[in-house]
């Protein structure tokens, strides 16, 4: 006779993996902009290696005209936003704050009604 013990094993549902692929995405894309942003902003331009025009409201208002250009923006604030929310949680934890769960809470739900204005400001 053959039997194997039958295994009842619960499978708990964790929204880990969607908060950790944000925060990887969102560390990534800011970790590859922000400097190429401070290189335009603080030294391009001061020292005239590029157009002041370049950044004039004129400008990025004409680039925002473009359904691509909105998404691009949109999804690396929305990243960042992300990885910005989840960083704030783990230095909340690592400062004594036990609270994790209203840790959570406060952070991401911060985290979602700014993307939600964001998402209307560039519709």
Request: glycine letters at 6%.
């Amino acid at each position: 006779m053959n039997t194997k013990p039958q295994l009842n094993v619960a499978l708990k549902v964790s929204h880990k993996p969607i908060i950790w692929s944000l925060f990887a995405a969102g560390g990534t894309i800011t970790a590859l902009l922000t400097p190429v942003l401070i290189l335009l902003v603080t030294l391009a331009v001061p020292l005239g290696l590029l157009d002041g025009q370049m950044l004039s409201y004129e400008h990025i208002q004409g680039l925002l005209d473009s359904a691509l250009i909105r998404l691009i923006v949109f999804g690396v604030v929305f990243l960042s936003l992300w990885h910005c929310a989840h960083r704030m949680r783990i230095t909340v934890h690592d400062f004594g704050l036990r609270a994790d769960q209203l840790a959570a809470y406060v952070l991401y739900g911060i985290a979602a009604i700014a993307s939600a204005f964001l998402a209307v400001a560039l519709i």
